[in-house]
């Protein structure tokens, strides 16, 4: 049977609270096993590697899995963050590449030097829909994809949603680029953007067309992963709601709304369409 598995972002754990100290990794860990998220995701670059590290016995302490969301700067910077990766024995390993060619012809030798350097390492490599990186354009992105038929994305479309500026009700080409993306995905992340900001309040009135439309995507991308993978396959969804500046603020640097809350919201959002959508197959299906 297909299975799914939530995990949670350590940075999404970050306060940056003007007044309230960081927790400690440790109490980070806590508190999102004891939430029953399967997971952690980590977000190294080159920079914060030994940071990172000190999180690793934090994994078989907690029973979590890992994830890592690959930042690297230069086209060097790769092989030794997917060693890393491979050091946390990470499930699912995406690359948010901060080396950006301006053409697609700049981009597909880079791919197929990232793809190549992962799988000498035995590292199966994501590349995920984020501004500011490689995949930084919807267009771009879709362009890529049709030059590189080995390359599998991680889906975050808050990203998409935000810089395309797409209008509600979605137009059926829209629609139909993200079910492109959707069918090249074998990860999944989430937020809730508007087509001004990369993350809203999930609870707030005025956004929940926002949010109808997110868990919208979110079922499509899953019912397209479950058609695709194998019976026994497992399918993983992070839970990324961001800090400030991700978290709106208010003229004291306090957030809008409760983000830990938020994040056991979606966790029991992702939990209900992926019952859905077994019901919806049937019992013989998966």
Same mark, same amino acid.
């Given at each position: 049977m297909q299975k799914l598995e939530i995990f949670q972002s350590l940075w999404g754990m970050e306060r940056r609270h003007p007044t309230i100290p960081e927790r400690t990794h440790a109490e980070n860990f806590q508190m999102i096993a004891e939430a029953g998220f399967d997971g952690v995701c980590l977000d190294p670059a080159m920079s914060d590697l030994d940071t990172y590290r000190e999180t690793v016995p934090l994994f078989d302490l907690y029973r979590l899995k890992s994830m890592v969301n690959l930042f690297p700067r230069r086209v060097r910077e790769m092989r030794p963050l997917l060693e890393f990766a491979k050091q946390v024995r990470a *499930?699912? *390993? %995406?690359?948010?590449a901060q080396v950006m $060619? *301006?053409?697609v012809a700049g981009a597909i030798p880079l791919v197929y030097r990232w793809l190549k350097d992962a799988e000498d390492l035995g590292v199966e490599l994501l590349f995920e829909t984020h501004r500011d990186s490689l995949l930084n354009d919807l267009y771009f992105t879709l362009e890529v994809l049709d030059a590189v038929p080995e390359l599998m994305l991680t889906a975050d479309l808050s990203h998409f949603v935000l810089e395309r500026e797409f209008q509600l009700p979605l137009s059926h080409r829209d629609r139909g680029f993200l079910d492109r993306i959707h069918d090249r995905s074998d990860c999944f992340q989430g937020r809730v953007a508007s087509r001004e900001q990369i993350q809203i309040q999930l609870a707030f009135p005025q956004h929940q067309p926002w949010v109808a439309l997110f868990k919208e995507l979110w079922r499509d991308g899953l019912r397209s992963w479950?058609?695709? %993978?194998? $019976?026994?396959?497992?399918c993983v969804f992070l839970c990324e709601l961001g800090p400030p500046g991700y978290a709106i603020t208010d003229a004291q640097g306090l957030e809008l709304s409760d983000r830990w809350a938020e994040a056991l919201t979606m966790k029991t959002w992702i939990s209900e369409i992926w019952t859905e959508l077994e019901h919806e197959d049937g019992p013989t299906s998966s």
């Open positions: *499930v699912k *390993v %995406n690359a948010i $060619p *301006v053409s479950r058609r695709r %993978n194998a $019976p026994d396959a497992t």
